[in-house]
């Protein structure tokens, strides 16, 4: 049994920590709100964006934009891991990090090489601890994503499609459900893929969507001819360019309200869990408080009786 001097010791440890996980508890919480209103502002453009692009390139010759073209074999493989610069926030980051090695796995196994380029010091530190070395990498800016990032890991991208150095990209990131829930999603960012973001991130469709008589076309119609101004290259180009720039900067947008979100689940219950050790500790003080009393008294009136005798 402890002594009294012991679990207050304790008590108060417990309790420092507990002070410090509701302050985290409390910062991430009002960091969610500004990191959702990036997302949801940016929600639209990538929709739009994305849905342009897959219902135009149905109308443009493939040959007019090698981004847009198909490798006839898949022999190597970039993964594109999003991750935070910082940790406690549950398994946040280790779903990520599973998941790419998983897939990586699997492109291997299907005799594809895979390169790997990680967004975030958590990513950094895990593929370096295991003698890979990221392809392209930064970090510390996972909780306020900037634009020159996505365009720089865009351009790296787009180059080396183009040369034939890559023949599939894909990006994996931690989606913002809402304020409390995040999932895991595996986007194919190239070769284009004909999946909104509704479907990829199981969003609920809107009344109104103005693409949906591009994607749902009525082949009873006779369809009408689509002009490329100035040319169909360079209209290509543009929008291969901002789809591209768009995917991987939302990507870091959603991861960054997905972190605040994870940080605000794991403090809270590292505060509540808290807030029950003390509670345990403080029974035990009691209790063990209580003892001493008793054998102190017992001996008072012990030695009362011996004195009498």
């Not at 417990?14 to 409390?26: A, D, G, L, W, Y």
């Not at 284009?192 to 199981?202: F, I, P, Q, R, T």
């Not at 789809?243 to 972190?259: K, T």
Request: net charge negative.
């Amino acid at each position: 049994m402890p002594n009294l001097h012991d679990i207050e010791r304790r008590i108060k440890s417990v309790t420092s920590t507990k002070q410090i996980t509701r302050t985290m508890e409390m910062v991430a919480a009002a960091k969610i709100r500004r990191a959702s209103e990036r997302v949801d502002n940016a929600l639209p453009w990538a929709v739009a964006i994305s849905d342009m692009l897959i219902s135009t390139a149905k109308y443009a010759h493939l040959d007019t934009e090698p981004l847009l073209q198909v490798h006839d074999e898949v022999k190597r493989v970039l993964i594109v891991a999003v991750t935070s610069d910082r940790g406690l926030a549950g398994g946040f980051n280790t779903n990520v990090l599973r998941y790419v090695e998983k897939l990586t796995k699997e492109k291997q196994r299907e005799g594809a090489e895979v390169e790997v380029a990680a967004c975030g010091k958590k990513a950094i530190g895990y593929f370096t601890y295991r003698g890979i070395e990221p392809v392209f990498s930064f970090a510390g800016y996972s909780a306020d994503p900037e634009f020159a990032q996505a365009a720089e890991l865009s351009s790296y991208v787009m180059q080396a499609y183009a040369e034939g150095k890559l023949d599939e990209v894909f990006i994996v990131y931690n989606h913002a459900k809402n304020a409390a829930e995040q999932s895991l999603v595996e986007q194919q960012v190239l070769p284009v893929k004909e999946e909104s973001y509704a479907d990829l991130l199981g969003l609920k469709a809107k009344e109104e969507d103005v693409f949906k008589s591009f994607r749902e076309r009525d082949d009873s119609a006779i369809p009408g001819d689509i002009d490329f101004e100035p040319s169909t290259e360079s209209v290509m180009s543009y929008m291969m360019n901002a789809y591209l720039n768009n995917a991987f900067y939302y990507a870091m947008l959603d991861s960054a309200a997905g972190e605040q979100g994870a940080r605000r689940n794991a403090m809270k219950s590292a505060t509540d869990n808290a807030n029950e050790m003390v509670s345990t500790l403080e029974r035990v003080y009691n209790t063990v408080r209580q003892g001493a009393i008793t054998t102190e008294i017992t001996e008072i009136v012990g030695g009362a009786a011996a004195l009498e005798d």
